[in-house]
């Protein structure tokens, strides 16, 4: 896997607008959270369409809803190199939850 990392952070890649999520609708690719190729054509504001025809390059054509919508709303944040994170999906829109930003109950 080829993540992009600077300055120790990672880019993770998620879709925080309503549609297709991302990674959470991609079952057969989920590693496309650390796309290099992916994360820096989002962070060089390249357009969708080119980001989705790199993508079905990269994974085929038609394999999820993704490739056709969730590459409008891309969004890279930065996670500290280690951090522990999960992608939640409600309706298309992802959201990233570190660890850290859960309050865990004790039994």
């Known amino acids: 896997m080829n993540k992009l990392i600077r300055d120790g952070k990672v880019a993770v890649i998620y879709s925080p607008g309503f549609g297709g999520g991302w990674s959470t609708w991609n079952f057969s ?22 980001i989705e025809r790199l993508a079905q390059a990269k994974w085929g054509k038609g394999d999820d809803y993704f490739f ?17 994170f999960v992608i939640r999906e409600y309706d298309g829109n992802e959201t990233v939850e ?5 309050e865990w109950l004790t039994a």
Do not use: Y
């Open 29 to 50: 690719h989920p590693d496309c959270v650390f796309d290099r190729e992916i994360a820096e054509q989002v962070l060089d504001r390249e357009d969708p369409k080119a």
């Open 68 to 84: 056709s919508g969730a590459a409008e709303e891309l969004t890279v944040m930065w996670l500290a190199e280690g951090t522990r």
């Open 98 to 102: 570190t660890e850290n930003d859960i």
